[in-house]
């Protein structure tokens, strides 16, 4: 029965990870016409969104219904894979550790997945007070909004665990473009999506919403990183 609420949020996000691994075209080369896999991904993330905004009370009173303590426990995880807090050091950790063992590629890889999430983030932190909607917590309609508000009530979208883990799935899968690891990144970005629907923190449409700007901004910045320091 839990399945309806993880395969909204897997699904869209999965094929943009995929489509975002499409490589840079080098310098002075005629661009490749877009694929049509990258088109279909958008119209079924773009139909999904649609229908995770016509569905967002239903999926908060379904999440919130089948709420237990061994969920709660199997749901925690969410908040080290998506949080600041966790995110950063991991970071910083990783690309000190590997420019001491010398290992300079896997720095650089590190650097650049560093830097699409800070993009992320900065985009995000930026449209949370400006686009004021409001949280499913707070017992109003979902399409309730309070533009510009400084109170975190009205700060549902876009979550900012999800922009945080698809950026970083998004870059790590572009960095190691193995089918294993985009697999594992779309499990990652449904758990942590799925994770802020249960805790009745954002609606789905949030999810889906965020899943989708979080990938588009890991994969600009890739995509420019790649352009202007020319190919590997």
Not at 37 to 43: M, P, Q, T, Y
Not at 70 to 88: C, P
Not at 160 to 167: D, F, L, P, Q
Not at 176 to 188: C, E, I, Y
Request: positive net charge; glycine residues 8%.
């Amino acid at each position: 029965m839990r399945l309806p609420l993880i395969a909204l949020v897997a699904l869209p996000l999965c094929p943009r990870v995929v489509s975002a691994q499409s490589p840079v075209p080098a310098p002075g080369a005629t661009p490749k016409p877009a694929f049509g896999g990258e088109r279909a991904a958008w119209v079924a993330s773009s139909a999904l969104l649609a229908a995770s905004v016509a569905f967002d009370e239903q999926l908060r009173s379904f999440a919130v219904s089948h709420q237990s303590r061994e969920l709660d426990r199997l749901s925690s995880g969410a908040d080290v894979l998506g949080t600041a807090g966790h995110i950063v050091p991991a970071l910083v950790g990783t690309y000190v550790t590997s420019r001491l063992l010398g290992q300079n590629r896997f720095a650089k890889a590190t650097l650049h997945v560093g830097l699409s999430y800070a993009m992320a983030d900065a985009i995000e932190s930026l449209l949370k007070p400006t686009v004021g909607r409001v949280r499913p917590s707070v017992g109003r309609e979902p399409l309730t909004f309070r533009p510009l508000s400084a109170s975190g009530n009205y700060q549902s979208f876009p979550s900012a665990h999800v922009v945080h883990i698809a950026s970083l799935g998004t870059a790590v899968a572009m960095e190691a473009p193995r089918p294993w690891v985009t697999a594992l990144a779309g499990a990652a970005m449904a758990y942590v999506g799925a994770q802020r629907v249960y805790r009745n923190q954002h609606w789905s449409s949030d999810v889906v919403a965020s899943g989708m700007l979080g990938i588009e901004i890991a994969r600009t910045t890739m995509h420019w990183l790649e352009t202007r320091e020319g190919p590997r």
